[in-house]
């Protein structure tokens, strides 16, 4: 079964592509949820509520994630973007 750690560490490897700096290091990751099935939630909280990147970001973290040994689903949430509904509609569609 893949631990909350390990997911936070795979999620490190995703940066904001306007700082160089990983999301989990800014603060935009909150939730990190892991259950026994496999099962991990997780919600990103952009700095800007109309930025432009988030979506490119949160996919990036959903498919990091996702490719950890022992992750069966993956569920990103987006909150505090104007387009939060939009976007979370496109990331968990998949």
């Not at 990751?29 to 939630?41: A, F, L, Q, W």
């Not at 959903?62 to 496109?90: A, F, P, Q, R, T």
């Amino acid at each position: 079964m893949v631990s909350k750690d390990e997911v936070i560490n795979a999620l490190k490897k995703v940066a904001d592509p306007h700082m160089g700096i990983s999301i989990v290091d800014m603060g935009l990751v909150k939730d990190v949820e892991v259950d026994e099935e496999g099962n991990v939630s997780f919600k990103i909280i952009p700095t800007n509520p109309a930025c432009m990147s988030i979506l490119g970001m949160a996919m990036q973290a959903k498919d990091v994630v996702k490719s950890l040994d022992g992750v069966k689903k993956v569920e990103v949430k987006v909150e505090g973007h104007m387009l939060e509904e939009d976007i979370n509609k496109i990331l968990n569609e998949q």
